[in-house]
Nanobody, 121 residues
């Protein structure tokens, strides 16, 4: 199982930006599909974005398309989520996830502990 550690969460005003990072322990990181998910209080966990092992393919939820960008640096075993034009409804705990399968799913194999993102209005 891949060990994942997220960082970069915090409190930001609506319209602001944050960049989340997720560092992976696995030396074969570059073979994993990586994803970001979030869970707001009282809601189900939902998909946010994902990126293929080669970074050749990215996936986004409709709610974040055009505002969030996922990227990865395989040399640093790190995946990023750049979040711009943040809205109060983006407030949630954000989780990084990894899976050896080529397509992201809600049942990713490894999960981080989560990082809180709070957007004030």
């Amino acid at each position: 199982q891949v060990q994942l550690v997220e960082s970069g969460g915090g409190l930001v005003q609506a319209g602001g930006s944050l960049r989340l990072s997720c560092a992976a322990s696995e030396r074969t990181f570059n073979s994993y599909t990586m994803g970001w998910f979030r869970q707001a209080p009282g809601k189900e966990r939902e998909f946010v974005a994902a990126i293929s092992w080669s970074a050749g393919k990215t996936y986004y939820a409709d709610s974040v398309k055009g505002r969030f960008t996922i990227s990865r640096d395989n040399a640093k075993n790190t995946v990023y989520l750049q979040m711009n034009s943040l809205k109060p409804e983006d407030t949630a705990v954000y989780y990084c996830a990894a899976d050896a399968r080529p397509v992201p799913t809600m049942k990713m194999g490894s999960w981080g502990q989560g990082t809180q993102v709070t957007v004030s209005s």
